[in-house]
């Protein structure tokens, strides 16, 4: 494998000119879009439209598919699709599901949310189960595709650069517009850019490769791997089955629903049921393979097998192998995975409630304030804390660094409860570092771009502490990456890396629903303290796997 290349600004732009990176750039646009409207832009439609805090939390459960879509990647990756336009199956696949992705965010973009959030709710889930299934396809064909002259490193970095442009147009883009024209119409806008980003699939080329790699099949028997696998998919279906359930029965009927005794009562089974089962699966094949010897029947294959095998790869063998490797060290691999991004995933769907609500120590910001202050001044730090995050693991390595990402995680939280108490501490310590006069370039800016401000030092608040937490979210996020990409088996490596990835988006994501009803409860302020508080559990098991390591560098070979 030839050395990774670092690529400047420049020189990712001019390799836009190129038709594999050019592809790669609208395609990492049109993967990034439906990610930030389902995921964020409609809570701040949802804000304007005065729908409950707890609503919204209960809605954002959403983001879950996104992280499991480990699970139905086999199937996608493998799936005959009809020849279209001349097409192979990489981008035949992605356009049949770009036509979803369009077809319901136009569905969305037609109703009100106060009347008809059932329509929307079942919009976006099929928005993002297409999203997520696309994601799978795009990540195949840029490996594919990468060569000497376009590798991956520079595919990959191309690919961010489409990402990351379409979350500043649809989180600034659509705030900017929707003060404007209103929100239907901000949706009919959005989904024209979709249309243009559909342009992705025509521009890329067919991947050369004609045979799809097989996942490697341990030599377990089939029958062993079957019978651990079927509860697991049980437990799966299950999970799937209450969590979206309860949403459709929320949104039925909010009057009815308790998200937090949901939340409390069954969310420890969809974790059950949804993780630990498939670790205790994997420990008893383990132990099963080193003491018993399978007779004949235990090579046999049920109906089907070729989807067993491709679900065993998927999710038991690179966890079986995690285990394997660290033994007991493993459990608190998996705490530091569930809980490293908690403090950030939990409230995110309520940053626009926040931001724009007047109710429970909200803000009240205008939407071009917010579009100035979280999607392009916090999207520049957090591209500044990723840099920084970068440059610290290497000049003081990962485990110091993990450790760090958690605790400036964690603390930032107080900085948005000051915040939502009138941010009395901020203003303190902005006035006294004479810090204010750093955003006087605001209102300039404003007036240049025809956009409405308030209160020069309520945005410059709001920025300073946006400021400090996409640092630390960017900082924390290159930690766990680098972290995440140390344990894995090299043999495993996508999977395994895919697996972890997803798992750490699960838990904040499930506390949603809860949250929203105990902002309601409690406010804004109560909430940021008990997440700051929750991040502790972070900080500790990224303090004991930092100590964990230390020992096992020191133990003799």
Request: net charge positive; glycine share 8%; aromatic share 12%.
């Amino acid at each position: 494998m030839s050395e990774s290349k670092k690529y400047s600004w420049g020189e990712l732009f001019r390799a836009i000119g190129r038709r594999k990176t050019g592809a790669m750039f609208v395609l990492g646009f049109a993967a990034g879009l439906p990610y930030v409207l389902i995921t964020g832009t409609l809570n701040a439609w949802f804000t304007g439209e005065n729908i409950p805090v707890a609503t919204i939390g209960i809605f954002s459960w959403i983001i879950i598919i996104y992280s499991f879509k480990f699970l139905w990647s086999p199937a996608v990756d493998r799936s005959p699709t009809p020849r279209i336009f001349n097409m192979g199956q990489r981008r035949a696949t992605i356009l049949l599901l770009q036509a979803v992705i369009l077809a319901a965010l136009f569905t969305i973009s037609t109703v009100s949310p106060t009347t008809q959030i059932g329509i929307i709710a079942i919009a976006a889930v099929l928005c993002t189960i297409a999203s997520a299934s696309q994601d799978v396809l795009i990540d195949a064909w840029r490996i594919e595709v990468a060569d000497e002259e376009v590798t991956i490193d520079l595919l990959s970095a191309v690919y961010q650069l489409g990402y990351r442009t379409s979350v500043i147009l649809g989180g600034a883009g659509a705030l900017i517009i929707a003060a404007r024209l209103g929100w239907n119409n901000t949706f009919v806008a959005l989904t024209a850019l979709m249309a243009l980003a559909v342009s992705g699939v025509f521009i890329a080329a067919d991947s050369q490769i004609a045979e799809r790699s097989r996942r490697e099949i341990d030599s377990s028997p089939p029958l062993w791997r079957n019978l651990a696998l079927t509860p697991v998919i049980l437990g799966w279906a299950w999970s799937f089955t209450a969590l979206f359930g309860f949403m459709a029965f929320a949104l039925n009927a909010p009057d009815q629903a308790n998200a937090r005794a949901f939340t409390l009562q069954t969310g420890p089974l969809i974790i059950l049921a949804s993780i630990i089962a498939p670790v205790i699966a994997a420990s008893v094949m383990l132990y099963g393979q080193r003491k018993w010897t399978p007779g004949p029947e235990a090579q046999k294959t049920w109906p089907g097998q070729k989807i067993f095998d491709a679900l065993y790869g998927s999710v038991l063998a690179p966890m079986a192998d995690i285990i394997d490797r660290l033994k007991l060290g493993a459990v608190l691999v998996l705490v530091l995975v569930l809980s490293y991004r908690f403090t950030d995933l939990i409230w995110g769907a309520f940053a626009y409630p926040f931001y724009l609500g007047e109710n429970y120590g909200a803000l009240g910001h205008t939407l071009d304030e917010v579009a100035i202050a979280s999607k392009l001044f916090g999207a520049l730090m957090t591209f500044v804390g990723i840099g920084v995050g970068g440059a610290a693991i290497v000049k003081i390595g990962r485990m110091p660094c993990l450790f760090a990402g958690a605790v400036l995680a964690a603390a930032t939280n107080l900085l948005f409860a000051d915040l939502a108490l009138g941010g009395t501490a901020t203003h303190a310590f902005m006035s006294f570092t004479n810090l204010y006069g750093l955003f006087g370039f605001m209102q300039p800016l404003a007036n240049f771009l025809g956009l409405e401000l308030n209160s020069n030092e309520a945005l410059a608040r709001l920025m300073m502490v946006i400021a400090a937490e996409n640092l630390a979210v960017g900082f924390a996020s290159a930690a766990i990456v680098v972290y995440l990409s140390s344990i894995v088996n090299k043999k495993y490596a996508a999977v395994q890396y895919a697996l972890l990835a997803s798992l750490g988006f699960l838990l904040g994501s499930l506390g949603r629903g809860a949250i929203g009803e105990l902002i309601e409860i409690r406010g804004f302020a109560y909430v940021f303290y008990l997440t700051a508080a929750l991040g502790l559990v972070a900080v500790i098991a990224s303090g004991l796997e930092w100590l964990r390591q230390s020992r096992q560098k020191k133990a003799p070979a």
